[in-house]
T-cell receptor, first 113, second 110 residues
Framework: DVKVTQSSRYLVKRTGEKVFLECVQD?????MFWYRQDPGLGLRLIYF???????EKGDIPEGYSVSREKKERFSLILESASTNQTSMYLC????????????FGPGTRLTVL | GDSVTQMEGPVTLSEEAFLTINCTYT??????LFWYVQYPGEGLQLLLK?????DKGSNKGFEATYRKETTSFHLEKGSVQVSDSAVYFC?????????FGKGTMLLVSP
């Protein structure tokens, strides 16, 4: 079974802090994704990565950056957290084949005070 | 750009009722279509998919048919259970990424 794990289920940070959200997958998938999920807005893509050291902006990259130094790990970074970044963050991975599904982690609920 | 529109919820049903959750899409070309489900406290998991027109995806009693003429991919189940209570997301795969609808919450009571 594919497993996507995220470093924390719940996280509370203060405005202005630097925040790291970590995601690890164990299926040697090339593609990895970060989404945020908000009520009434569904899932919105923040960043994705086709392979190690590659990254592409999604629909809402502002205020975020990412790092992919190893194939299995994709990190989302909030350089200076703000209250409007309070959200559920979901990581996903997928192999390179065109129609294969994305596998999601359980999510990190981040609260910025 | 690509977009997915699905009916707003919550949808509230009694156990054994018939379920339909509507989903329509806008996309160039012929995207693959998906339904994902999110149970409380969990991430999303793929429920079913269809990759071309007239394909029917099915899983766990749920079905959806890819209708190109109406650009729709409605989710149906003949008899829902309490354990089906979850949020359901319709999605399409464009060139490289998924575009999701806003999700529809389903609440099934005994």
């Amino acid at each position: 079974d594919v497993k996507v794990t995220q470093s924390s289920r719940y996280l509370v940070k203060r405005t202005g802090e630097k925040v790291f959200l970590e995601c690890v997958q164990d299926m040697d998938h090339e593609n990895m994704f970060w989404y945020r999920q908000d009520p009434g807005l569904g899932l919105r893509l923040i960043y994705f990565s086709y392979d190690v050291k590659m990254k592409e902006k999604g629909d809402i990259p502002e205020g975020y950056s990412v790092s992919r130094e190893k194939k299995e790990r994709f990190s989302l970074i909030l350089e200076s957290a703000s209250t409007n970044q309070t959200s559920m963050y979901l990581c996903a991975s997928r192999d390179r084949a065109s129609y294969n599904e994305q596998f999601f982690g359980p999510g990190t609920r981040l609260t910025v005070l | 750009g690509d977009s997915v529109t699905q009916m707003e919820g919550p949808v509230t049903l009694s156990e054994e009722a018939f379920l339909t959750i509507n989903c329509t899409y806008t996309a160039t070309g012929y995207p693959s279509l998906f339904w994902y489900v999110q149970y409380p406290g969990e991430g999303l998991q793929l429920l079913l998919k269809a990759t071309k027109a007239d394909d029917k995806g099915s899983n766990k009693g749920f079905e959806a048919t890819y209708r190109k003429e109406t650009t729709s991919f409605h989710l149906e189940k003949g008899s829902v259970q309490v354990s089906d209570s979850a949020v359901y997301f319709c999605a399409l795969r464009g060139y490289s990424t998924l575009t999701f609808g806003k999700g529809t919450m389903l609440l099934v009571s005994p």
